[in-house]
């Protein structure tokens, strides 16, 4: 548990793509699920008892909320330091998370803001605003390539030792011998 929390808490070090895939990835997506889905079912049940009284109903329910907040902000955190782990692994500096959260989702943010005309947008600025989109879906991809497939440094780097060659061994041979 407590190498799970380093995993996904820590900021230094690296990880290799399937560290990435195996043990973020699938991890997060099934414990968001789960997390999701008793949070509905919590809500479901809780708006049954709000017969014993509004009170009790609201105080449930914002207890709910409260969960839902921390698990969101603990996700975000563990978002940030896993892609900067994989960023190490590629000896690239972890300021790049920055980069991309600024490029995906204010580029998302603004350009959704311009083309569903929230604001009295002119057909000029919906135009800027799906180039923003696009953008940001270019900013997407190019991370998720980062992340997901484009291998780490070989060998050591500024960052820390490879992770799929520990203590600078070539050879996995070599550990055994």
């Not at 699920?33 to 509905?40: E, Q």
């Not at 998370?97 to 603004?110: Q, T």
């Amino acid at each position: 548990m407590l190498k799970l929390l380093k995993f996904l808490f820590t900021l230094e070090g690296r990880i290799s793509r399937k560290q990435f895939w195996l043990n973020y990835i699938l991890v997060m997506f099934g414990l968001n699920f789960v997390v999701s889905f008793l949070v509905v079912m919590l809500t479901v049940g809780f708006s049954q008892l709000s017969t014993l009284g509004d009170v009790i109903g609201v105080v449930m329910f914002a207890g709910l909320g409260l969960i839902w907040l921390l698990m969101t902000l603990a996700n975000i955190w563990a978002a940030i330091a896993v892609s900067m782990k994989r960023l190490h692994d590629r000896n690239m500096s972890g300021w790049w998370v920055l980069w991309f959260l600024l490029a995906v989702y204010g580029g998302y943010a603004l350009g959704v803001s311009m083309t569903m005309n929230v604001m009295g947008f002119g057909a000029a600025e919906k135009i800027i605003g799906a180039l923003m989109l696009i953008t940001s879906l270019i900013a997407l991809i190019t991370q998720f390539i980062i992340m997901g497939f484009l291998p780490g440094t070989v060998g050591p780097n500024k960052y820390g030792e490879d992770p799929l060659r520990p203590l600078g061994v070539d050879d996995v041979s070599e550990l055994f011998s």
